[in-house]
């Protein structure tokens, strides 16, 4: 099927819905994008983008222009709270033949995002507040009072989905337990590794993300915002937590913290009204799979709209291609999550033992083609 005469909204400037303005721009559609931030995001912190997500940004033909600005992570090492190693992966090894896992300031991935774009036209300050069914098309209401109908409606708004609530009976991502604060600061090791030390419940982790800094993430279990979560942080973990949260001291801008939530869905369409990305299947972020789910939506939505007869056609393939990998990466969140709340002298020996073999099981079905 040929996207002439269709028009199609995405909802969301992020990663899922820049990364289908670029698969689908040969597609023939009129694209409009709408995304609630007043423009685009020039702060935030890091992010790491394993094989199967630079796969997709070479199939975007966007990998070139994230490679300008990212760091190869070669090695990821796994250590418990007192710094002793308990297992390490050679990445570059594991990922060969699928794509190189990197790592940069979240605000470099969405610039080369937008440079994907081209001229389609992104309203920014804009979400839509109803969605109205007219026979096979959708009528938005946008909170500018202005009404468009639209043959597709992309929600790519993420794990708080403006779309999601409005079409999908208002239902709300669940929380996992877990109150993340992400900060960056001063790189202090030349090594392009990523590193994650392991406490009771919770895990500080480390990755470089430039010459020059360093993204640091502390998973501090269910409280919110916890007063004094700093010295007790220092005093958990060993080196370089206490040289990490220097930074703050003297420059807490970088600093976001929220929960950690994860979507669940009977189904991710409703008529004409698709929900991708995070909107649809958010998980906890212990396998950084978010941003590589959202690629791989934006690829296999395009195909599957190219081969279809009808959207009707495409939305049910590709649910029906998508699903068991989504499900995949849900399931293996939940494996890893349990076994890093295991009571530490146990789970040291888990992991000093298999550590490795679980790591590689996985992300074993990721290394295919989606």
Request: hydrophobic residues 40%.
């Amino acid at each position: 099927m040929r996207g002439d005469g269709v028009r199609v909204l995405i909802v969301g400037g992020g990663v899922a819905g820049l990364a289908t303005v670029a698969a689908l721009r040969g597609w023939g559609a009129t694209i409009d994008v709408v995304e609630r931030a007043s423009g685009p995001t020039h702060s935030g912190t890091g992010i790491y983008l394993t094989g199967n997500a630079t796969r997709m940004l070479d199939v975007l033909g966007l990998r070139e222009s994230v490679a300008d600005v990212a760091v190869e992570i070669t090695r990821q090492r796994s250590a418990n709270q007192r710094g002793r190693r308990l297992f390490d992966i050679d990445v570059a090894a594991l990922w060969q033949g699928v794509g190189p896992c990197v790592s940069m300031p979240r605000a470099h991935l969405h610039r080369a995002l937008l440079a994907g774009v081209g001229d389609t036209p992104i309203r920014w300050g804009r979400q839509p507040v109803a969605l109205l069914a007219e026979g096979d098309r959708v009528a938005v209401e946008f909170d500018d009072d202005s009404t468009e109908r639209y043959d597709l409606v992309l929600g790519a708004d993420g794990v708080n989905s403006t779309v999601r609530r409005l079409a999908f009976d208002g239902q709300a991502a669940r929380d996992l337990g877990q109150y993340a604060y992400r900060w960056v600061a001063p790189r202090v090791d030349d090594e392009p590794v990523w590193s994650v030390q392991l406490g009771r419940g919770r895990q500080f982790l480390t990755i470089p993300i430039s010459a020059e800094q360093t993204y640091c993430y502390y998973n501090d279990g269910p409280v919110a915002d916890r007063p004094g979560w700093r010295d007790e942080l220092a005093a958990t973990f060993t080196e370089p937590v206490a040289t990490m949260l220097k930074a703050l001291d003297y420059d807490d801008s970088t600093l976001h913290a929220g929960p950690n939530q994860e979507v669940v869905l009977d189904s991710w369409s409703r008529g004409p009204v698709l929900l991708i990305g995070d909107a649809a299947h958010a998980t906890s972020p212990n396998m950084a799979q978010g941003a590589a789910m959202a690629l791989e939506d934006a690829v296999v939505l395009a195909s599957s709209l190219a081969t279809a007869d009808s959207v009707a056609d495409a939305l049910r393939g590709f649910e029906a291609r998508r699903r068991p990998r989504a499900n995949w990466v849900l399931s293996q969140t939940h494996r890893r999550d349990k076994a890093t709340g295991l009571p530490p002298v146990l789970r040291d020996l888990v992991l000093r033992r298999l550590g490795e073999q679980m790591f590689r099981s996985n992300y074993g079905p990721l290394f295919a083609q989606p």
